[in-house]
């Protein structure tokens, strides 16, 4: 079975600040993962996806995530955030022998402060 | 805009109601789901279409009933819902390519469905 858990379910940080979001996964086959923003009353918009090569991953809105395949993870990151970054974000998987179904992790909300 | 439409954005109705949720792209993708967002629980997948074909019910009540006429449109007909029905209900569609795990869905924007 694969299952994605998220360690934070809310993550408060200052303006500015450097953020990391966390994500562990459990797969028994190899895996594309993805992170996910949705803002209020939103559908979900993607930030980032890893499907092979290089660990590091850029996406939009300044975000990056790295797999790590020995420690499971697909933590995301970023430098500096500003008050527009208030969300819920989700981490998601699909096992490359599936039907592309995406399971997604419970959400963590990033709630950015002034 | 991620090319994927939604409509109604919100819906009220009765638990004696007849009604149905629409989901259009013109992405050219070939799978396409139904997902459930309820406040405090993660997203729930409810169906799933590929080449108009369901693959997947994930245990979902008769009560909700999907449709699928063809790779651009999706349809989920409610009837005699509960108010624990009411949730974030939000449609996506990806590219399905047979023996390449493709890879991003596209999510509308929702159905905010309120049963009263």
């Known amino acids: 079975a694969q299952s994605v858990t998220q360690l934070d379910s809310q993550v408060p940080v200052f303006e500015e600040a450097p953020v990391e979001l966390r994500c562990n996964y459990s797969s028994s086959v190899s895996v594309y993962l993805f992170w996910y923003v949705q803002y209020p009353n939103q559908g979900l918009q993607l930030l980032l996806k890893?499907?092979?090569?290089?660990?590091l991953v850029k996406g939009i809105n300044g975000f990056e995530a790295e797999f790590n395949k020995s420690q499971t993870s697909f933590h995301l990151r970023k430098p500096s955030v500003h008050i527009s970054d208030t969300a819920e974000y989700f981490c998601?998987?699909?096992?490359?022998?599936?039907?592309?179904?995406?399971?997604f992790g419970q959400g963590t909300t990033l709630q950015v402060k002034p | 805009e991620t090319g994927v439409t939604q409509t109604p954005r919100h819906l009220v109705m009765g638990m004696t109601n007849k009604k149905s949720l629409k989901c259009e792209q013109h992405?050219?993708?070939?799978?396409m789901y139904w997902y459930k967002q309820s406040a405090k629980k993660p997203l729930e997948l409810m169906f799933v279409?590929?080449?108009?074909?369901?693959?997947e019910n994930n245990s979902v009540p008769s009560r909700f009933s999907p449709e699928c006429p063809n790779s651009s449109h999706l349809f989920l007909h409610l009837h005699t819902l509960q108010p624990e029905d009411s949730a974030l209900y939000l449609c996506a569609s990806s590219p399905r390519i047979p023996g390449q795990g493709n890879t991003e869905a596209f999510f509308g924007q929702g159905t905010r469905l309120t049963v009263v």
């Open positions: 992405l050219g993708h070939n799978a």
């Open positions: 279409y590929n080449f108009k074909e369901q693959t």
């Open positions: 998601a998987l699909h096992g490359s022998s599936n039907t592309g179904k995406l399971i």
């Open positions: 890893y499907l092979s090569g290089s660990t």
